[in-house]
């Protein structure tokens, strides 16, 4: 499968029915981002169980202001609709399928008690 454009339209939706979702914050100018979206697209194919969406800052505004995105490319991932990580940057392969890897064994409600 591959990854999915995500819009102000159907995040909601898309937060609902996938319980892990990977975005990809990104714009057709930026140089890093055209290096990591390949990256972005391999590891998605090889996770069909996963959501893995890219947001276009420059036609999403409202979606890159609502996760507070100040530069791109930048890795949000949510699970169960909680942030468990924004990185901004461009990552390597092997890192981002670590992330990945690390992100299904996150027990998000272990998280939210730790912050309680």
Known sequence: MGSK??????IDEILEKN???VLDFWA??????????????SVAKKNPDIFFGKV???????L?????????PTLVILKERTIILDQPGSI???????IVNEAKAI??????????
């Open 56 to 62: 276009n800052t420059e036609i999403e505004l409202v």
């Open 64 to 72: 890159g202001e609502d996760f507070q995105i100040r530069s791109i």
């Open 19 to 21: 319980e892990l979702v």
């Open 28 to 41: 057709s100018w930026c140089e890093p981002c055209k290096v990591f979206g390949p990256i972005f697209e």
């Open 92 to 98: 390597p392969e092997y890192l981002l399928v670590k």
């Open 107 to 116: 027990d998000v409600s272990k998280l939210e008690a730790e912050e309680n």
């Open 5 to 10: 454009i995500v819009t102000a339209q159907n």
